[in-house]
């Protein structure tokens, strides 16, 4: 009887780097969708982040709290006032009222330098739902990148 050598032989050698190289393969495409669930995760919380605070914009302005021209919509004209903060008429000393602690960005969009209230599309009041266009307000605030998320929807119309 032959007795076995502690080594791998050429032929175990190739089926486990065959089975490696498999499990690699299947390891790669559930890395990418991983990261692309943490990103639509990301750009979920960052629009709700976004549009509470354009609503609660909106409620400062109808209490009388926050000055808004009186043919305007009341909501703020740019992003960057949510997290700027505005003066609170309601309060003696003017402090200032804030509606984000920071301006999430758009997980999706490509340029990391780019400033985060440049990474949204953003929709007016006056313009359509199917036509979001910016304008003397921000009303919505919609994601730019092309693609379409993992239930179908693109990601412009979350």
Avoid at 71 to 82: I, N, R
């Amino acid at each position: 009887m032959r007795q076995r050598s502690a080594g791998f032989s050429l032929i175990e050698l190739m089926v486990t780097l065959a089975i490696l190289a498999l499990l690699a393969t299947m390891a790669v495409p559930f890395a990418q969708l991983v990261q692309q669930r943490h990103k639509e995760t990301d750009l979920r919380d960052a629009l709700r982040q976004i549009r509470t605070a354009l609503d609660a914009y909106k409620e400062a302005v109808k209490e009388g709290r926050v000055d808004a021209p009186a043919d305007g919509s009341g909501y703020p004209a740019s992003l960057d006032v949510l997290w700027q903060g505005v003066p609170d008429k309601s309060k003696p000393d003017a402090s200032r009222i804030y509606f984000l602690r920071r301006l999430p960005r758009d997980p999706f969009y490509p340029d990391a330098a780019a400033a985060a209230a440049t990474t949204w599309g953003l929709r007016s009041y006056a313009s359509p739902p199917d036509a979001p266009a910016p304008g003397r307000d921000v009303f919505d605030v919609y994601s730019l990148s092309p693609a379409t998320g993992l239930n179908g929807v693109p990601y412009a119309d979350w």
